[in-house]
């Protein structure tokens, strides 16, 4: 098994980077993701995407989930590449990919990796839109359950 490139850059991600890493001579399938600013989230308008991350432990996290991915499925060699910074509308934000030696493998080791980035890396969207910026996924600890949350707390993380 490789180690999986894993990069945070606040230059956008080379999906050219990324295929030549995990192409090699028993791979017969290679599959990748992109992930790319939209204009439209939750029905507000985006402009503007700000993301952040706490980098030490984004990277140590995304190494991590390399290996257990690895560990499941045989053979594969992996490349996830995150930006941070502000993106416009159509940059890419992600690119992952997957090598195997057959599609099937690829395209699991392909989802696994951007799901599991998505639900485990300390890395924070913030989205910009007519109505001012806002985080994406954060909610005030200030707010039980219970209470409604159409109110505002200002701009804080």
Not at 134 to 148: I, K
Request: charged fraction near 25%.
């Amino acid at each position: 098994m490789s180690e999986p490139l894993v990069a945070l850059r606040q230059e956008p991600p080379s999906i050219d980077e990324a295929v030549a890493y995990v192409k090699h001579a028993g791979a017969g399938a290679v599959c990748v993701f992109l992930g790319t600013v939209r204009d439209v989230n939750d029905g507000k308008p985006v402009a503007l995407l700000e993301y952040q991350a706490y980098e030490s432990m984004a990277l140590a996290e995304m190494r991590r989930i390399a290996g257990e991915i690895a560990g499941e499925i045989d053979g594969v060699r992996l490349a996830v590449l995150h930006r941070v910074g502000s993106l416009a509308v159509g940059d890419v934000a992600v690119v992952c990919a997957a090598s195997a030696p057959h599609r099937g493998e690829a395209y699991r080791a392909c989802r696994a990796l951007i799901d599991r980035v998505k639900m485990r890396v300390p890395i924070w969207k913030r989205e910009h839109g007519p109505d001012g910026a806002y985080w994406v996924g954060w909610q005030d600890a200030r707010c039980g359950d219970e209470h409604d949350h159409d109110h505002d707390h200002g701009d804080h993380p």
